[in-house]
């Protein structure tokens, strides 16, 4: 497998703007169930499982799960700067260097595995609570020099859940 399927295992993400209901409520069924995903998954995995890594280089499974349960509060809170902001930029944070500190090498990942389903419960109560004008909100994504609405703000929230499940199935080989 080349270098680029293993980084994006799914696919790169980028905003489409334009959702079907019926794609509105997939993306909103993964933020509901994907939690559970990545408990079933690895809840039971032992240390040195959790040390494996995707490819050479990548992030261990622990990385990986501790980095959705950050990036994930991160996305939950863009949605609310959002939509009570004028012009708000994106909270974005040091990806890499947050993946790398020794709290996100050895914490516990029921911590994260916590973090993850309890910001997905929330992330989407809100969501159902938003009305379409809503959706039509956003935020200026400093990183990605870009504004994302927030109906696409789901999508990418949705892609990284699934982006980062895979990660941890190619590492176990599954």
Known sequence: ??????????????????????????????????????????????????????????????QLINHVADMHLLHYIRFKHALTETDPNGVVAKIDAWATMEEAKTAPIAFSLQMIEGTHARWAYLIEKMSE??????????????????????????WHAKHHLEHIKLALGK
């Open 133 to 158: 004008e809503e959706f039509q909100k956003g935020y200026y994504h400093p990183i990605r020099q870009i504004y994302i609405k927030l109906i696409d703000a789901l999508d990418m929230g949705a």
């Open 1 to 62: 497998m080349d270098i680029t399927a293993l980084q994006f295992p799914i696919g790169k993400w980028s905003p489409k703007g334009e959702y079907t209901p019926e794609e509105f409520q997939e993306r909103l069924n993964i933020l509901k169930n994907i939690p559970a995903e990545y408990r079933a998954l690895t809840e039971n995995l032992s240390h040195e499982d959790l040390q494996k890594q995707y490819r050479e280089g990548s992030w261990t499974i622990q």
